[in-house]
C-alpha cells in the first residue's frame, strides 16, 4: 500500500526549529522527485521545497530559502525537511509529496505531484 505520512509538527517559538520527517512506505524511493508544501489557514497551498531523486539538486520558495533545508534518506525511504529561524508566517499544515514524471523536478513547484501526505501541523507562536 502506497503511504506517506508526515510527522514532526509542533508548537514552536519564532526563531526555534523543527525538523519534518515523512515516511514513504510502498514506494521505490530513489524513483521519486520529492517536493514540500505548507497551506497556511485561510489561505492557499503553497510551494515550499523540491529535490531531486538522488538529492543532489534542491531548490526553494523565496519565502523558506536560506531557512528551510529538504533532503532524503532514499534507503530507509525517508525525507526530511529541517526548518529553521522559523517564523509566525511559516504556520501551516506541511505536506510531503511524491512524483514520478521524467519533468517532475522541473514542474514540482506546480503543484503537480501525484501523491500526497495528510499534512503535519506546525505552529510558530510564542
Known amino acids: 500500500q502506497l503511504q506517506l505520512v508526515e510527522s514532526g509538527g509542533g508548537l514552536v517559538q519564532p526563531g526555534g526549529s523543527l525538523r519534518l520527517s515523512c515516511v514513504a512506505s510502498?514506494?521505490?524511493?530513489?524513483?521519486?522527485?520529492i517536493g514540500w508544501f505548507r497551506q497556511a489557514p485561510g489561505k492557499e497551498r503553497e510551494w515550499v521545497s523540491c529535490?531531486?531523486?538522488?538529492?543532489?539538486?534542491?531548490k526553494y520558495a523565496g519565502s523558506v530559502e536560506g531557512r528551510f533545508t529538504t533532503s532524503r534518506d532514499n534507503a530507509n525511504n525517508t525525507v526530511y525537511l529541517q526548518m529553521n529561524s522559523l517564523k509566525p508566517e511559516d504556520t501551516a499544515v506541511y505536506y510531503c509529496?511524491?512524483?514520478?514524471?521524467?519533468?517532475?523536478?522541473?514542474?514540482?513547484?506546480?503543484?503537480?505531484?501525484?501523491?500526497w501526505g495528510k499534512g503535519t501541523l506546525v505552529t510558530v507562536s510564542s
Open positions: 510502498g514506494f521505490t524511493l530513489p524513483n521519486y522527485v
Open positions: 509529496t511524491l512524483d514520478q514524471k521524467v519533468t517532475a523536478y522541473s514542474t514540482c513547484h506546480r503543484g503537480l505531484m501525484d501523491y
Open positions: 529535490i531531486t531523486r538522488g538529492g543532489s539538486f534542491t
